[in-house]
T-cell receptor, first 110, second 117 residues
């Protein structure tokens, strides 16, 4: 089976840094993707980690520790437009789909 | 390249009716996925196609649901004898080789919102 744990809600101030944690349990593991979804919109791909360590893409960074079954998404210089739901999505070995949990709703306040 | 498109965007139907949704993936993508999303939840995987072959189906895909991708391009998802519990957003996604092994980078369409009354 699979399970995911993310905080359900996070609130942060514009210009600040926020970290969204994700712990997962899968039977076999390929890597961890992160997606952003604005209200009423479609999920959009942010980043992917297959190996341990930090991947940086502009203001967003994602980290993975395979031994701890743990990852996080780091958002820097928060902007109001970053208010959205964020999903971590692990991919199991042998599976062709992504597993999304309930996600983290980020609210950026002025 | 205009991205993944889905039609219709909204569908209201009465319980017991059949509905069909269409997804047009990004043209060079050979992998296509269907997901279902309800309010406050993340997308739940329904089924996966590689070219025209349906390679994976979730246990969520009851026998009232059927999906096809006849020529390896567009796909349809049909729900027969709809139930109120089928009300959800139905999302289609596609990925290609650049999306990595297993399609970790998927491009989602805008979805079809189904309301069953």
């Amino acid at each position: 089976g699979q399970s995911l744990e993310q905080p359900s809600e996070v609130t942060a101030v514009e210009g600040a840094i926020v970290q969204i944690n994700c712990t997962y349990q899968t039977s076999g593991f390929y890597g961890l993707s992160w997606y952003q979804q604005h209200d009423g919109g479609a999920p959009t791909f942010l980043s992917y980690n297959a190996l341990d360590g930090l991947e940086e893409t502009g203001r967003f960074s994602s980290f993975l520790s395979r031994s701890d079954s743990y990852g996080y998404l780091l958002l820097q210089e928060l902007q109001m437009k970053d208010s959205a739901s964020y999903f971590c999505a692990p991919r199991q070995t042998g599976a062709n789909n992504l597993f999304f949990g309930t996600g983290t709703r980020l609210t950026v306040i002025p | 390249d205009t991205g993944v498109s889905q039609n219709p965007r909204h569908k209201i139907t009465k319980r017991g009716q059949n509905v069909t949704f269409r997804c047009d993936p990004i043209s060079e993508h050979n992998r296509l996925y269907w997901y279902r999303q309800t309010l406050g939840q993340g997308p739940e995987f329904l089924t996966y196609f590689q070219n025209e072959a349906q390679l994976e189906k979730s246990r969520l895909l009851s026998d009232r649901f059927s999906a096809e991708r006849p020529k390896g391009s567009f796909s349809t998802l049909e729900i027969q004898r709809t139930e109120q519990g089928d009300s959800a957003m139905y999302l289609c996604a596609s990925s290609g080789i650049q999306g990595g092994t297993g399609g970790y980078e998927q491009y989602f369409g805008p979805g079809t919102r189904l309301t069953v009354t």
